[in-house]
C-alpha cells in the first residue's frame, strides 16, 4: 500500500523530529538510506513474484538501526572512546552484512556507554542519550540508544548486544522487546570491543524491537546458518509450558530491592496466566542468584579452558595506545581533564580490585557452573522463568553510579547462556515502562518468543511515549 520510499521518508522525518531530544541516533545515513529505497521499488516494480521476493529478501524495505559499536560502513565506530572519534568502518558487522542481504535498510547508528561496559548511555563523544518517556532519566546502557531510538518510533527493529543486560535493560527502560539469543548463535563479529578469551562465551548479539512478532524474524535472519541449533520451527504450547516464577534474587546486600509496582505487574502476569491458561504457575526460589553480581563478575576476569587471561578494561580504554592509569584519570576527571566517563573509570578501579582475591574468585566461578547445572535441570526442555528485569524502573540521569550493581538481574543469565526475552509491561503510575525477563534453558529461544508475543497480546507490549 506505500512505496519503500515513502517508508524511509517517514522514519527520516521522525528522527529529525524527536532526535534533538533524545540524541540517540549519533550518525545517520539518510540519503544512501532514500537512494536504497529507490533501488527497493524499482525491485518490486519489476520482480517476478512475491513469494521469490519474501524468500530472498525476508526484510525487503525495512528501515533497522545499529548500535555504533557495531561496524555499519560509511558510518563512525567509536564505541563512545574519544581516541577513535575519527574512525570510521570499511566493512559491516557480520548481523549487519546479513540483515542488509535480505533487504533492511539501515537509517543510521546510535548511542552506547563508553565502551558498552556501562548501564547509562553517555560518553565524551556523543553526550548523553535520554529516555523518551521522560528525558529526565537514562536509557540504560550499552544498547541505550538502541531502546531509545525504537521506543519513539524512530525506527522498526535494531541491532544490540549484551555481555551484563546490554540488549534487556535498554528494552525495559525504554518498553520494547530484545532479546538475548542462547549463546554461540549469532555472530558477534564486527563490534568493538568484540570478546576474547571466556567472554566469547558471554556476549550475545540480538534483536531489538517494539514488536513482539519482528524478534523471530530478525534473528533467523542475525543467526543465519547457525539458526538450525534452535528449535523455531516448533510449533509452541503455551499451556504446555512449565512456568515457573521468582520475584526478587533473594536480598543481594549489593543490590536496589525491587520496586513494588514490577512486583505487581510480575504478579499480574501470572495471575493472567493462571487464570486464561489454566497452568499453575511454580514459585521458586534459587539461593545462589543472590551472589548474581559476584558470580558475574568473578566468571568476567576468569582464565578461558586454555588458560588465557580475560582482556583488562583498562587496556581496551587505552585501545592499543598508551596504557590507562584509573587512578591519574579519577585525578584528571575531578578537574575536568580526563577523556574517560566517571564509571568507565570506576569500572578500571574495580577491576584492579577484583585481582586482589584469586581464591575467593575461583570458589564464585565454581558457584557459577552449579548455579548453570541448577538452572539447565530445573528449566528442562518446556520451562520458562519470570524474573524481574531490572530492581528499578528507569533511574534518572547519574544516578547509576550510587547503584551500580543493579545490572546484575540481567547479567546473571549471560554467565549461564540462557536464552532470555524482555517484554513490556505498560506504564507505572509516573508513565515509565514496566517489564520482565522470560528465561529458558538453553537454545529453547523459542518458548520465551512465543511467550512474549502471547504478553503482548495480553498486556499491550509498546506504548507510544506521550501518549498517555
Not at 555499519?72 to 575519527?86: A, E, I, K, W, Y
Not at 522498526?156 to 530484545?178: L, Q
Amino acid at each position: 500500500q506505500v512505496t519503500c520510499v515513502e517508508v524511509v521518508e517517514a522514519y527520516v522525518e521522525r528522527i529529525r523530529e524527536v532526535n534533538p531530544l533524545i540524541n540517540a541516533v549519533v550518525k545517520d545515513r539518510f540519503e544512501e538510506a532514500l537512494q536504497e529505497a529507490q533501488q527497493v521499488d524499482k525491485l518490486l516494480s519489476e520482480a517476478p513474484g512475491d513469494d521469490y521476493l519474501e524468500e530472498k529478501f525476508p526484510l525487503l524495505g525495512v528501515p533497522f538501526t545499529v548500535k555504533e559499536a557495531f561496524s555499519l560502513h560509511g558510518m563512525p565506530n567509536t564505541s563512545g572512546l574519544v581516541s577513535r572519534r575519527n574512525l570510521i568502518a570499511t566493512l559491516d558487522a557480520t548481523v549487519v552484512s546479513r540483515l542488509k542481504q535480505a533487504g533492511a535498510i539501515p537509517l543510521g547508528v546510535t548511542n552506547c556507554s563508553e565502551l558498552c561496559m556501562w548501564y547509562e548511555s553517555s560518553n565524551r563523544v556523543y553526550g548523553r542519550t535520554n529516555n523518551p518517556y521522560d528525558l529526565q532519566r537514562i536509557v540504560g546502557g550499552s544498547s541505550g540508544g538502541e531502546g531509545g531510538v525504537l521506543a519513539a518510533a524512530c525506527s522498526v527493529i535494531g541491532v544490540g548486544s549484551d555481555i551484563g543486560g546490554s540488549i534487556r535493560m535498554p528494552a525495559f527502560f525504554n518498553g520494547v522487546f530484545g532479546h538475548k539469543p542462547t549463546t554461540g548463535v549469532v555472530p558477534n563479529d564486527g563490534q568493538f570491543p568484540n570478546a576474547r578469551g571466556v567472554r566469547t562465551s558471554f556476549l550475545c548479539t540480538g534483536p531489538m524491537c517494539r514488536y513482539a512478532e519482528d524478534l523471530e524474524p530478525m534473528l533467523r535472519v542475525m543467526a543465519g546458518p547457525g539458526v538450525d541449533k534452535l528449535k523455531l520451527d516448533e510449533e509452541v504450547s503455551l499451556e504446555e509450558i512449565k512456568f515457573l516464577c521468582m520475584d526478587h534474587d533473594g536480598g543481594s546486600v549489593f543490590v536496589s530491592p525491587v520496586d513494588k509496582e514490577i512486583l505487581q505487574a510480575q504478579k499480574k502476569v501470572v495471575e493472567h496466566l493462571e487464570s486464561e491458561l489454566g497452568v499453575q504457575v511454580q514459585r521458586v526460589a534459587i539461593h545462589k542468584m543472590k551472589y548474581s553480581f559476584q558470580i558475574w563478575s568473578a566468571m568476567m576476569s576468569s582464565k578461558d579452558s586454555d588458560g588465557q587471561e580475560a582482556q583488562l578494561f583498562t587496556d581496551l580504554l587505552g585501545d592499543h595506545g598508551k596504557p590507562v592509569w584509573p587512578l591519574w584519570e579519577l585525578m584528571k576527571w575531578l578537574v575536568g581533564m580526563s577523556s574517560h566517563t566517571l564509571p568507565a573509570i570506576a569500572l578500571g578501579l574495580t577491576e584492579k580490585v577484583m585481582k586482589l582475591n584469586p581464591g575467593g574468585n575461583a570458589k564464585l566461578v565454581s558457584m557459577g557452573k552449579s548455579l548453570q547445572e541448577e538452572m539447565e535441570a530445573l528449566l528442562g526442555p518446556d520451562g520458562v522463568l519470570l524474573y524481574p528485569s531490572h530492581p528499578t524502573t528507569a533511574p534518572r540521569h547519574n544516578s547509576p553510579i550510587c547503584m551500580p550493581f543493579n545490572f546484575a538481574y540481567t547479567a546473571i543469565f549471560n554467565v549461564l547462556g540462557l536464552p532470555v526475552t524482555q517484554c513490556p509491561l505498560g506504564l507505572s503510575s509516573e508513565g515509565l515502562p514496566l517489564g520482565i525477563q522470560l528465561v529458558a534453558a538453553s537454545y529453547n529461544d523459542h518458548l520465551t518468543l512465543a511467550v512474549a508475543r502471547y504478553l503482548e497480546k495480553a498486556f499491550g507490549g509498546w506504548v507510544l511515549p506521550g501518549k498517555v
